[in-house]
């Protein structure tokens, strides 16, 4: 089968289409032709070789964390999936490949496309959370940094369907697009902590740093001084000012996913997929996800048709 193979840490030129050996499902495990295969950051941070202190990679790896695809094989004890069947999830195998394996998934509803599928599940599982972990509660004012991102704009839509008030920091060009959301922007930059208490007299009762651009001392003021509400996914200075960083992983329990899906279908989740890629131009998807400056999602498409 063709996949994406890096056979050494380093920049997206470490990533070549080559001729791999096709895995085939184990004991509960399917294996999927993969019809789409979400980019996100933790791929290059993988691929760079920055998460081996917290998850090893053995080389040469496949990368590529969650996918939609179709059933072809299934192992031995799965009962939630059949040959045929269109699904999605998180593989164990890598999803920039024409074939993957995967232990956690859920059926695809007909009303979404590859892509969008491709898109849900690790940036709705993150959102969901790191608004968990931090407990937001309806009545209450979340500000929400990197809001314009693909999981800053899940959570956003998560906590304001939850009547959270959302203040979202973003570059001026993406504030019409947050209040399409339902949440307040504010602005990065000098004089942050004044514009989010204009923007939130009322005070700030938990953040949500999605964007790892050293906005955690102004956090850590807004919240008086403590750190306690306080989650980052995004900045590796995290414990440095006392803020609990919130690391993901490539499994994740189904049954927030399937809600996800379900919101998705209704139209009550969108995340914009802004770019599809063959598969030979994973590396150009990876150059693209690193500038951070993609509104919406980027995805890859082993087969195509």
């Known amino acids: 089968m063709e996949a ?8 997206p030129g470490v990533l070549g289409l080559a001729q791999a050996e096709e895995p085939h499902a184990g004991p509960g495990q399917v294996r999927v032709k993969v019809m789409a295969a979400g980019v996100n950051p933790l791929d290059y941070k993988i691929r760079y070789g920055w998460m081996e202190q917290a998850s090893p990679t053995t080389l040469p790896s496949v990368p590529g964390l969650e996918f939609a695809g179709i059933v072809d094989e299934v192992g031995e004890g799965v009962t939630a999936a059949s040959v045929g069947d269109e699904v999605l999830g998180w593989t164990t195998t890598g999803a920039y490949a024409q074939y993957a394996l995967a232990e956690s998934f859920v059926l695809k509803p007909a009303g979404l496309d590859w892509a969008e599928a491709a ?68 602005a990065y930059g000098d004089g942050l902590v004044e514009r989010v208490r204009a923007a939130a007299p009322q005070g700030v009762d938990a953040v949500f740093d999605a964007a790892g651009k050293d906005a955690l001392p102004a956090s850590v003021e807004l919240r008086g001084g ?23 992983g490539t499994k994740r329990p189904e049954t927030g996913l399937a809600e996800h899906v ?39 498409t082993p087969f195509q048709g």
């Open 4 to 11: 994406i193979v890096f056979e050494e840490f380093g920049g």
């Open 119 to 186: 898109a849900l599940p690790v940036a709705t599982e993150t959102a969901r959370r790191v608004l968990d972990l931090l407990g937001v509660r309806s009545g209450e004012t979340l500000l929400l940094h990197g809001a314009a991102g693909v999981v800053g704009a899940v959570a956003v839509q998560l906590a304001v369907a939850a009547g959270v008030t959302v203040i979202g920091t973003a570059s001026t060009a993406n504030h019409d697009y947050l209040r399409e959301l339902g949440a307040t922007p504010v």
């Open 226 to 248: 403590t750190t306690d509400r306080i989650i980052t996914i995004a900045d590796p200075a995290a414990a440095a000012h006392g803020v609990r960083f919130s690391a993901g």
């Open 262 to 300: 379900r919101l998705a279908a209704d139209g009550r989740i969108r995340i914009p997929v802004v770019e599809v890629f063959p598969l030979a131009d994973a590396a150009r998807a990876h150059a693209l996800s690193e500038t951070g400056h993609v509104r919406g999602k980027l995805v890859i």
